[in-house]
C-alpha cells in the first residue's frame, strides 16, 4: 500500500496534499513526502469568485466540451495554468502557484491547475473546486516554486497542438481571456 493510501486511509476524508520536493521528482530518485493541510484562512470575495466564472465560462465557450468533459482539461491545462500563473502573480499580492494531479505511481500526470490563495483548485474548464475531487485516486503535487522546465515535462509540452482533444486551442485566445477578465478584477476595489 502506498504511503499516500495509508495517510488517506488514516485521516479519512480530511483534505490534505502531498507536498514533494520537486527536484525528486524531476529525478524520481528519492521522494521526500511532507503532508500539509489543504486549505487557507484567506477565503475568496464574490468579485474574484464572479471573475474566475467569468474566465471558466470564456473558455469553455471558446473550446467546448469532448465527452461531457472540457476541452480546455484535455491537453492544454498546463498551458492555461501557465497563462494564469504568470497574469494573476503579476497582478495580486496574493500569489497563485501551479499544481500536478499526479498517478500514484507518480509515472503520468492527469492534470495541470492552479492553487488560488484561499487553498482551492482552479482550471479554465471546471472552475474552482477541492482537492477531494482527485483524492485518493490521483496525488496532489504543488509546485510553490515556479519551475518552466518541470512544468514543459509535467505538461508534455507548452507549445504543442492538440488535435483531438483541443484542435482549435489558440494560446493568444487563453490570453486574452484570462487578462482581460484579470486586468478587471485588479482594477475593482476591495
Known amino acids: 500500500m502506498s504511503f499516500s493510501k495509508i495517510i488517506t486511509s488514516i485521516l479519512g476524508s480530511l483534505p490534505l496534499l502531498l507536498a514533494w520536493e520537486i527536484d525528486a521528482l524531476v529525478d524520481h530518485k528519492s521522494l521526500s513526502k511532507e503532508i500539509t493541510p489543504a486549505v487557507s484562512s484567506l477565503k475568496l470575495d464574490v468579485t474574484t469568485k464572479k471573475a474566475l466564472e467569468q474566465i471558466k465560462e470564456g473558455i469553455n465557450e471558446e473550446y467546448g466540451f469532448l465527452y461531457e468533459k472540457p476541452r480546455i482539461n484535455r491537453g492544454p491545462c498546463g498551458v492555461f495554468a501557465q497563462v494564469f500563473y504568470k497574469k494573476w ?38 472552475g474552482i473546486h477541492a482537492d477531494n475531487t482527485y483524492l485518493p485516486e490521483f496525488l496532489i503535487i504543488d509546485m510553490t516554486d515556479y519551475d518552466e522546465a518541470f512544468l514543459e515535462k509535467w505538461s508534455y509540452g507548452l507549445n504543442r497542438t492538440y488535435p483531438e482533444s483541443c484542435p482549435n486551442f489558440d494560446r493568444k485566445t487563453v490570453e486574452q481571456i484570462v487578462h482581460s477578465n484579470l486586468e478587471t478584477l485588479a482594477k475593482k476595489p476591495i
Do not use: A, T, W
Open 89 to 126: 502573480n503579476e497582478l495580486f499580492d496574493q500569489k497563485v502557484h501551479i499544481c500536478f494531479v499526479m498517478s500514484q505511481d507518480m509515472n503520468e500526470c492527469d492534470h495541470v491547475l492552479i492553487r488560488l490563495p484561499s487553498g482551492e483548485l482552479y482550471d479554465g474548464g471546471i
